[in-house]
């Protein structure tokens, strides 16, 4: 490695999952949950504990993955100096290579650019990018009572929160987004609806961040 470059690794640092406590809306009683890559108690496990309590479940998970891939961005790390390129500036990400043990895709953290007699030379921080902890929410079932209501678009319904796509149809690509009001846009009946997420909601505040295609009994 360039003695221009610094290295820095802890992979010993990496979080496989973490553990946190909510607040149970019937008596505030806390309850452990844990959200992870692999089991808890699975070889190589390395579990983050959360000394802080969510408002719910929901709020639980999604913070510990939150807290968990932020301390994963700090695991591993590389600086240096590299010929001048516009292209590398903060928030690109690239692939190091011919560096050993420091090869990796790396998420550009700065970019500075220094002009001197001697020329011009371009400064990079970055961090080695590292599988993410996601959560996605299954949908609250929707009560008995409102299993036969005739949903149109247009109505303004609650998001249980959950998987939002972006198309209608078996196998497209989805994110978890948050629960709150939205808006129906399309439905089931819409031209060239897929079925599989067979409604297409908005959100109406930034209560909730759903902007696209979500499954049946999601929203009530």
């Known amino acids: 490695m360039d003695d221009n470059w610094e290295y820095e690794d802890a992979l ?4 496989t999952g973490a553990r946190i406590s909510y607040k149970s809306g019937n008596d505030s009683e806390e309850i452990s949950v844990y959200v992870g890559m692999k089991a808890e108690n699975a070889a190589g496990s390395r579990v983050l504990k959360i ?3 969510a408002d719910s479940v929901s709020d639980a998970y999604h913070k510990a993955a939150a807290k968990v891939n932020r301390s994963n961005e700090s695991a591993t790390k590389l600086s240096g100096e590299i010929w001048p390129n516009p292209k590398i500036c903060a928030g690109a990400t690239v692939r190091v290579k011919g560096m050993g043990k420091a090869n990796g895709k790396y998420f550009v953290e700065k970019s500075t650019i220094e002009v001197s007699g001697s020329g011009t030379k371009q400064n990079v921080e970055m961090h080695r990018c590292q599988r ?3 959560y996605a929410p299954k949908a609250a ?3 008995a009572s409102q299993t036969s ?3 149109k678009t247009g109505d303004i319904v609650n998001f249980s929160g959950g998987m939002h796509y972006v198309s209608s149809h078996p196998g497209a690509k989805g994110q978890s987004a948050k629960a709150g009001p939205a808006k129906i846009t399309l ?3 819409s031209a060239g609806n897929g079925k599989a997420h067979p ?3 908005v959100h109406t505040d930034n209560t909730s961040n759903v902007y696209g ?3 049946e009994g999601s929203f009530s």
């Open 199 to 201: 409604w297409h909601l």
């Open 141 to 143: 079932p929707i009560p």
């Open 187 to 189: 439905g089931p009946d």
């Open 132 to 134: 993410r902890l996601s």
């Open 213 to 215: 295609w979500v499954d």
């Open 149 to 151: 209501r005739n949903y």
């Open 12 to 15: 010993v640092g990496i979080y």
């Open 51 to 53: 000394d802080e309590t």
